[in-house]
């Protein structure tokens, strides 16, 4: 839930630069209006998709990440557990998860959100109530007495009495403009959207823009049936004030006026300018693709293919190998290791996957990519399918190497908090092998390959009822006081 939710706002910031960038400064209003509508709606539905076609253009990832495996008291004194690589501190006493606790933020969050929106609509119901009720030109006016704001809202038309004859008439033709092109509605989904993603500030950012559109909008249509020179000299001659609610159509925004009269000064776009809006394929695509590189696991158990590369006799990758082979050939004399690393490559890169005829030759040194293999190791124990079997080998791999780690190693010399990431493999035997660690200090990097390697045995993977290697890395951290 939370990668789902960087998403949408990291891809709804890009949204914005893009129409900050290319588009504000045009006069496609109303294309612009359908961006600012449509992108955040897109930005929502983007992290679901994943084209097949992308995602097998994309390397199968080639080692299995395990979640970190947390030892010892790093932050709140309580004991620590690893959940998708977060620290969490497990008081049971207290009875919440950590899903609960974000949970219960959001609903905060929402909850006093719809507040302020059910504040505002009650403002919106008194002004109504209190307002004498006139028509000017089909229009529903509502006076207002001792003010002179100037503002819509849905089918209405809020007026000051204390407002001239001549600015009522240029607010009314405004404001009208507003009210024949529905802009309340697109300032009340925003509002919505505020409600269910109080905490993402691309919401507020998509507001103001689209209410400073509105306005531009309005304009453009007013100055059609009205002198644009009086219409610039109504704007700027006097002060008026306005209500603070965030889905009217206020006439006057003190912030606003300088904006408006630029954008009605300029010239108008030509249509070849339109070809601005193409800027959306590549980003799209890269949002695509990004989506298509962060494939969750549940996905992937869905993909399991036969296929080991995007291969085939005319494959670019079994074609580089088949060179190379031939170069070796030339050269004569090559090595075991390299013999089999060339062999290897067959494998990997032909149709036949472990039926290839040097697969027994190299089964003991090969490895998998873990998005094709069709059966996962096992840990002792542990049953179900390959979802359930990779959650619960985590989760025994966490508790073995939590109990069997001595974070003393290293004697006073290694304090604070300190890091290891841990590459394996449990190869063809069910066995850790080829054990390798990187940290701070070569002491905790020989403890942490002690540890991995005194792993119990395992079922191996197996691919078309064959065993075979998988690799595996695993982040572990820990604190040492001083």
């Known amino acids: 839930m939370i990668h789902y939710l960087l998403q949408l ?3 709804q910031l890009l949204f914005l630069v893009g129409y900050d960038l290319f588009l504000k400064r045009e006069t496609f209003f109303q ?3 359908l961006y600012l509508l449509g992108t955040p709606l897109l930005s929502m539905v983007l992290p679901f998709l994943q084209f097949s076609a992308i995602q097998q253009a994309i390397p199968k990832e080639y080692s299995i990440q395990l979640p970190a495996v947390l030892i010892g008291n790093i932050s709140t004194g309580l004991p620590v557990v690893a959940l998708d690589g977060i620290a969490i501190s497990e008081a049971s006493s207290l009875g919440f998860s950590v899903f609960e606790i974000i949970i219960g933020i959001w609903a905060i969050g929402a909850v006093l959100a719809f507040i302020l929106l059910t504040f505002k609509l ?8 209190q307002g004498r009720l006139t028509e000017v030109n089909g229009m529903q006016i509502r006076m207002l007495k001792e003010t002179d704001i100037a503002f819509s809202f849905f089918n209405t038309i809020f007026i000051g009495e204390e407002l001239s004859e001549a600015q009522m008439a240029t607010i009314v033709l405004h404001e009208r403009m507003h009210v024949k092109q529905l802009h309340s509605l697109d300032l009340l989904f925003f509002e919505l959207m505020r409600v269910v993603f109080w905490f993402n500030p691309a919401v507020y950012a998509f507001q103001n823009r689209m209410v400073l559109l509105q306005e531009y909008i309005a304009d453009a249509n007013v100055v059609k049936r009205q002198d644009k020179l009086s219409y610039y000299q ?35 776009s030509k249509k070849i300018v339109q070809i601005k809006y193409l800027f959306l394929l590549p980003l799209i695509a890269g949002m695509l693709l990004y989506t298509a590189c962060t494939e969750t696991p549940e996905a992937s158990e869905n993909k399991v293919s036969q296929e080991y590369v995007t291969g085939g006799e005319n494959s670019e990758i079994i074609q580089r190998v088949n060179d190379l082979l031939e170069a070796v050939a030339k050269k004569g004399n090559i090595s075991k290791e390299e013999e089999d690393a060339l062999k290897s490559l067959n494998v990997l890169t032909s149709e036949e996957g472990v039926n290839h005829s040097d697969f027994d030759t190299v089964k003991e040194i ?4 873990i998005g094709v293999i069709e059966k996962v190791p096992t840990y002792p124990g542990c049953a179900g ?35 290891i990431v ?26 942490a390959v002690r540890v991995v390697s005194k792993l119990p045995q395992m079922l191996p993977g197996e691919q078309d009822g064959k065993a075979v290697g998988v690799m595996y890395s695993l982040p572990i951290v820990f604190k040492i006081s001083e």
């Open 422 to 447: 841990v590459n394996f493999k449990i190869d063809i035997t069910g066995k850790a092998s080829e054990v390798r660690a990187k940290a701070a200090f070569p002491a905790l990097e020989k403890e």
């Open 366 to 369: 090969l490895s998998l990519p």
């Open 122 to 129: 009650v403002r919106l119901i008194r002004l109504r109530l």
């Open 234 to 268: 109504e704007l700027l001659a006097q002060v008026f004030k306005t209500e603070s609610i965030s889905f009217i159509n206020t006439f006057f925004n003190h912030s606003l006026i300088k904006k408006r009269i630029t954008m009605l000064q300029k010239t108008k």
């Open 385 to 419: 399918d390959n979802q359930a079997l990779r959650e619960c080998l985590s989760q025994h791999i966490s508790t073995f190497v939590g109990s069997e780690f001595n974070t003393k190693v290293g004697g006073k010399e290694i304090t604070g908090k300190q890091r």
């Open 31 to 33: 294309w612009n209006r």
């Open 9 to 11: 706002v990291g891809f």
